[in-house]
DNA sequence: CGATGAATTGACCGATGTCAAGTGGCGTGG
DNA sequence: CCACGCCACTTGACATCGGTCAATTCATCG
């Protein structure tokens, strides 16, 4: 990827968006480069915030793992998105790993850089806090739904929710294009692998997916949201 | 209250803190000041986020209330503590209402106010984002807890965060200092107030808490704590 | 072509929610 | 000041979703 590339996608993430071409090449210039291979981590659980990511290659997964070994899959991360917001604060700890799913590279930046950037240029300031605000709303919405829906429905809206970032047309249906496991799909809605492949299974019967091992295609995104809202 | 305290009030607010006196004065001069009786309400979900509060007497709590009639209880809000965030962003609505437990008075600030406070003083700009960044951290927590956890553990984790922050020393332990019904209880822990009923009164049989109806006194704080890791 | 990790399927069970029918104390208003 | 009514709380019986465990099957990759 070449260097206005790079800048043409910083330029567009929801942090470093609306600046100046200026602004934002200096942002770009305090950035270094890194490579993580499928499997590995940008960021360990546990260990101090120090640095934030824009990945610009390949796609990430936030894993929290809780004190009884369970495992909640937070969110993906896709090319143009960033993580690691946490570390323009100085003194916190990550509260999740952020692991490769297949080969990943990303910029990125020392905490107190960004801290810097966020005195000197207040778009970006607010550009934080918008995705922090959208960050906790997001959460909320999560937390609401473990508590009132069922499995099923959660499973719906999680599978509808990677359709628009993460999906791709092909002829019989949007491909969610990203190594995707069952198993990943019961850490993001908080159920086990069990549900998720009976429930699947019942939507394939029903012709509304197609899943193979780590691909899924969906069909008819209108059965999906259907079932969110029964 | 007089001026002096309101304003020693807000320069220890989250929002606030660590200004210097020029500036504590400017935000204080830019607000104003609201009062809602018992039972009413300072915003409303689904409104358009428009002010920021600060709760100088009385007890807030934030409910949201979800399509299918479910009450989730957020958080409480005791005198000091700020409410409405989100309004330093435009375009935003109000994701829960802010009611009055008992009788209340808050300073209030116009969301661009917010905005320009933010604008010109870095340091309101970084409280901000710590706030966010605490309350991510805070629903990551909810949301594990939700998932791992027992009603039991749950209630017993959110009766111990309340004594901190709503906890006054009476003779046989620690009263929460508000009034606190088992449906607040239950929409807290994300439960029912039957299994809220249950299970206090099996601690009030082991002596742990004395709960009479509003009003609840934790005696033995450590059984609690033995309770949320068992 | 075998090994490894992913997915499937059935049997079982337990924690909690749901529903129904109470009890009891506090406060208001006559 | 008393009584009534409301609202918080209680208690039991019951239903059920979805988690757990164990045993397989399947598919992909080296």
Same mark, same amino acid.
């Given at each position: 990827? /070449?260097?206005?590339?790079? @800048?043409? @996608?910083?330029?567009?993430?929801?942090?470093?968006?609306?600046?100046?071409?200026?602004?934002?090449?200096?942002?770009?210039?305090?950035?270094?480069?890194?490579?993580?291979?499928?499997?590995?981590?940008?960021?360990?659980?546990?260990?101090?915030?120090?640095?934030?990511?824009? @990945? /610009?290659?390949?796609?990430?997964? !936030?894993?929290?793992?809780?004190?009884?070994?369970?495992?909640?899959?937070?969110?993906?991360?896709?090319?143009?998105?960033?993580?690691?917001?946490?570390?323009?604060?100085?003194?916190?700890?990550?509260?999740?790993?952020?692991? =490769?799913?297949?080969?990943?590279?990303?910029?990125?930046? =020392?905490?107190?850089?960004?801290?810097?950037?966020?005195?000197?240029?207040?778009?970006?300031?607010?550009?934080?806090?918008?995705? !922090?605000?959208?960050?906790?709303?997001?959460?909320?919405?999560? %937390?609401?739904? !473990?508590?009132?829906?069922?499995?099923?429905?959660?499973?719906?809206?999680?599978?509808?929710?990677?359709?628009?970032?993460?999906?791709?047309?092909?002829?019989?249906?949007?491909?969610?294009?990203?190594?995707?496991?069952?198993?990943?799909?019961?850490?993001?809605?908080?159920?086990?692998? %069990?549900?998720?492949?009976?429930?699947?299974?019942k939507w394939e019967r029903a012709g509304i997916v197609v899943a193979r091992?780590?691909?899924?295609?969906?069909?008819?995104?209108?059965?999906?949201?259907?079932?969110?809202?029964?």
């Amino acid at each position: 990827m /070449t260097d206005s590339e790079l @800048l043409q @996608l910083i330029r567009q993430s929801q942090i470093f968006r609306g600046l100046d071409e200026a602004t934002a090449k200096e942002a770009f210039q305090r950035s270094h480069q890194r490579s993580i291979a499928a499997g590995g981590a940008f960021i360990h659980q546990g260990d101090p915030a120090l640095v934030f990511h824009i @990945l /610009t290659q390949g796609h990430v997964k !936030l894993v929290q793992v809780t004190p009884g070994g369970h495992e909640i899959l937070t969110r993906f991360v896709k090319p143009g998105q960033e993580f690691g917001v946490i570390s323009v604060l100085s003194g916190f700890e990550n509260a999740m790993s952020a692991q =490769a799913i297949d080969d990943c590279r990303a910029l990125v930046w =020392a905490g107190e850089v960004m801290a810097q950037l966020i005195e000197r240029h207040t778009r970006i300031a607010f550009n934080a806090i918008r995705v !922090l605000a959208l960050r906790n709303l997001n959460m909320q919405r999560r %937390y609401q739904e !473990l508590l009132t829906e069922s499995v099923e429905q959660r499973l719906a809206q999680a599978v509808l929710n990677l359709l628009p970032t993460m999906g791709s047309e092909v002829d019989n249906g949007t491909l969610i294009d990203m190594p995707l496991t069952e198993e990943d799909l019961a850490e993001l809605t908080g159920t086990t692998i %069990y549900s998720v492949s009976r429930i699947l299974n019942k939507w394939e019967r029903a012709g509304i997916v197609v899943a193979r091992r780590k691909r899924i295609v969906v069909c008819c995104p209108q059965a999906l949201r259907s079932i969110t809202t029964p």
